[in-house]
């Protein structure tokens, strides 16, 4: 098991210092805390709180409106006066994924949606604290910056600045435009790492000791940042999160997408069609591209993703797997067991029935026959939803894990195990149940209802203290061995977290097919 919180421990020490120094004369250290911080831009201040100062809605780039809508990210206008930067500022959802989502994501209104927010223990202090910079997930089409699950509390706690980025999505961040640059969503997250690069030292941070992170889609992120050029020196690590690695999508999936939109819209796949209309006149042809499903050829592509431009992304997955030309940097990476097998669950899927929708999902008889070996015992449903979750989530994750091993990159896999007690996910460790832990937030809003009344805090602790590790040292810690490919050792967080030589044996010969 990984080592107790060390940085808990440090977190504690320091308070107890602060609290020697007013005892002797000299002021509390939260009195000392500045909550003003001068950017390269103007003036910000931030909201103390009892693990630091959380600096909320700090602009990194000028609100993409008018003629910016569909351009690259253009740096802010500056400011003299102080901002105040004490709410969370705009968020490019309008809605979510779904009615009910398991991460609570607020939608805020506004333009300014390139912004992002900065949880510090102490921007005066002198010790370069190591940053993790956290890009949320939601399909590249929903998701929020702004959500209570990625508060930076218990990592302010632990000795590290944590980074929320906000980015467009969907057709604004995604679509393959004619006249507008591709990947817009991701030179948003670049231009959100410079400007993290050129002004986290004022909050306290180290530039040259930024680790990027994300989960589902801000995984994919992680994995399309690995894959750019122009962010190679941005970030020394990742941690990639149940992440969407089959994409960057190739040239292909992105022109058959801008097409497929003009043909059920009438609308041309241009920025000049598109650049006045309304945000929600946006977000209702957006939703008339229907996502993939347990019904569709490859479920496991979005349409609105990260794509292979040939410049800020030259190379798809496939490509990007078969010349290794992604970043050498450490890399965490897993998945939870039963990604989105409920999903399947619901849909009683019978034993006749099976076949047609595997099929429908691109699984061949070879492919079944390897799955069935794979998962001996399940029905129908359990099994065409364990498959949804393997091509989709843990099949290309595993093989990422493989190939950054098999080059010699320092490499972490894991997978999370702990099922929830929770009435809506009872028996499961789904899609996001992992987060609460590793960002040691088990109070956080909706925690409970994921969850269950009572989720392991010793878990959450071993996750928590694994990641700050692996952000402070580029290492998750001695209890947590590198992934190589002789001994394939792998981290399984369960209520009693274990390490486990190739747990994937049986799964292997379907993933890497």
């Given at each position: 098991?990984p080592?107790?919180?060390i940085?808990?421990?440090?977190f504690l020490?320091?308070?107890?210092?602060?609290?020697?120094a007013a005892?002797?004369?000299?002021p509390?250290?939260?009195?000392?805390?500045?909550?003003?911080?001068?950017?390269a831009?103007g003036p910000v201040?931030?909201?103390?709180?009892?693990?630091?100062i959380?600096f909320l809605g700090i602009?990194f780039?000028?609100?993409?409106?008018?003629?910016?809508r569909f351009?690259?990210?253009?740096?802010?206008?500056?400011?003299?006066?102080?901002l105040d930067?004490t709410?969370y500022?705009?968020?490019?959802?309008?809605k979510?994924l779904?009615?009910v989502t398991?991460?609570?994501?607020?939608?805020?209104?506004?333009?300014?949606?390139?912004?992002?927010n900065?949880?510090t223990?102490?921007p005066?202090s002198e010790a370069?604290l190591?940053?993790?910079?956290?890009?949320?997930?939601?399909?590249?089409?929903?998701?929020s910056p702004a959500?209570p699950?990625?508060?930076?509390?218990a990592f302010?706690?632990?000795?590290?600045?944590l980074?929320?980025?906000g980015?467009?999505l969907?057709i604004e961040?995604f679509l393959?435009?004619a006249?507008?640059?591709?990947?817009r969503?991701v030179?948003?997250?670049?231009a959100?790492l410079?400007?993290v690069?050129?002004?986290?030292a004022?909050?306290g941070g180290?530039p040259?000791?930024?680790?990027v992170?994300?989960q589902?889609?801000g995984g994919?992120a992680?994995?399309?940042?690995?894959?750019?050029p122009?962010?190679r020196?941005?970030?020394r690590?990742g941690i990639?999160?149940?992440?969407?690695?089959?994409q960057?999508?190739?040239?292909a999936?992105?022109?058959?997408t801008a097409?497929s939109?003009?043909?059920?819209?009438g609308?041309?796949?241009?920025a000049?069609?598109l650049?006045?209309?309304?945000?929600?006149?946006?977000q209702?042809?957006?939703?008339?591209?229907?996502p993939?499903?347990?019904?569709?050829a490859?479920p496991s592509i979005l349409?609105l993703?990260?794509?292979a431009d040939?410049?800020?992304i030259p190379e798809?997955?496939p490509?990007l797997?078969?010349?290794?030309a992604?970043?050498?940097?450490?890399l965490?990476?897993?998945f939870?067991?039963h990604?989105?097998?409920m999903?399947?669950?619901a849909q009683?899927?019978?034993?006749?029935e099976?076949?047609?929708?595997?099929?429908a999902?691109?699984?061949d008889?070879a492919?079944?026959?390897?799955?069935r070996a794979?998962y001996p015992?399940l029905?129908?449903?359990?099994?065409?939803g364990?498959?949804?979750?393997?091509m989709i989530?843990r099949g290309?994750?595993?093989?990422?894990?493989e190939?950054?091993?098999?080059?010699?990159?320092p490499?972490?896999?894991?997978e999370f195990a702990w099922t929830s007690t929770?009435?809506?996910y009872r028996g499961m460790?789904?899609?996001?149940l992992?987060?609460?832990f590793?960002?040691d937030?088990?109070h956080a809003?909706?925690?409970?209802a994921?969850?269950?009344?009572a989720?392991?805090?010793?878990?959450?602790?071993?996750m928590?203290?694994a990641?700050?590790?692996?952000?402070r040292?580029?290492?998750?810690?001695r209890g947590?061995p590198?992934?190589?490919l002789?001994t394939?050792?792998?981290m399984i967080?369960?209520?009693q977290?274990?390490?486990t030589?190739?747990?994937?044996?049986?799964?292997?010969?379907a993933?890497?097919?």
């Amino acid at each position: 098991m990984p080592a107790a919180p060390i940085g808990r421990r440090t977190f504690l020490l320091g308070a107890g210092a602060a609290t020697l120094a007013a005892c002797s004369g000299g002021p509390p250290e939260s009195d000392r805390m500045p909550d003003v911080v001068r950017t390269a831009h103007g003036p910000v201040r931030g909201q103390r709180r009892a693990t630091g100062i959380a600096f909320l809605g700090i602009p990194f780039a000028r609100p993409p409106i008018g003629d910016l809508r569909f351009a690259a990210p253009a740096p802010p206008e500056p400011w003299t006066d102080t901002l105040d930067c004490t709410r969370y500022g705009p968020t490019a959802q309008r809605k979510q994924l779904s009615t009910v989502t398991t991460i609570p994501e607020p939608s805020i209104p506004g333009d300014a949606v390139l912004n992002l927010n900065v949880f510090t223990p102490d921007p005066a202090s002198e010790a370069k604290l190591p940053v993790l910079v956290w890009i949320h997930g939601g399909g590249f089409v929903a998701g929020s910056p702004a959500s209570p699950w990625y508060d930076g509390a218990a990592f302010n706690r632990d000795g590290v600045v944590l980074v929320s980025v906000g980015y467009r999505l969907g057709i604004e961040g995604f679509l393959h435009l004619a006249d507008a640059p591709d990947n817009r969503a991701v030179l948003d997250w670049i231009a959100a790492l410079r400007w993290v690069r050129d002004n986290i030292a004022g909050f306290g941070g180290d530039p040259d000791k930024v680790t990027v992170a994300g989960q589902s889609a801000g995984g994919g992120a992680v994995w399309a940042l690995l894959a750019a050029p122009s962010a190679r020196d941005l970030f020394r690590a990742g941690i990639c999160v149940s992440g969407a690695v089959t994409q960057p999508n190739d040239r292909a999936t992105a022109a058959a997408t801008a097409e497929s939109f003009t043909r059920i819209t009438g609308l041309p796949a241009t920025a000049a069609a598109l650049r006045e209309l309304p945000g929600d006149r946006l977000q209702q042809l957006q939703d008339t591209l229907s996502p993939p499903g347990p019904g569709s050829a490859n479920p496991s592509i979005l349409q609105l993703a990260p794509c292979a431009d040939g410049t800020v992304i030259p190379e798809p997955t496939p490509a990007l797997l078969a010349s290794g030309a992604t970043a050498d940097v450490p890399l965490l990476i897993g998945f939870t067991r039963h990604e989105f097998n409920m999903a399947a669950a619901a849909q009683h899927i019978s034993e006749a029935e099976a076949p047609a929708a595997l099929a429908a999902m691109g699984v061949d008889t070879a492919s079944l026959d390897s799955y069935r070996a794979a998962y001996p015992g399940l029905g129908a449903s359990e099994l065409l939803g364990q498959i949804m979750s393997d091509m989709i989530i843990r099949g290309p994750s595993y093989r990422v894990a493989e190939d950054h091993a098999r080059r010699g990159r320092p490499t972490w896999l894991y997978e999370f195990a702990w099922t929830s007690t929770a009435p809506d996910y009872r028996g499961m460790a789904a899609h996001c149940l992992d987060l609460p832990f590793a960002f040691d937030l088990l109070h956080a809003p909706g925690v409970t209802a994921a969850e269950g009344e009572a989720p392991p805090q010793s878990l959450a602790d071993a996750m928590h203290a694994a990641w700050v590790s692996f952000v402070r040292d580029g290492d998750p810690g001695r209890g947590w061995p590198r992934y190589t490919l002789d001994t394939r050792e792998t981290m399984i967080w369960a209520e009693q977290p274990r390490v486990t030589a190739d747990p994937f044996a049986a799964q292997r010969a379907a993933w890497l097919r």
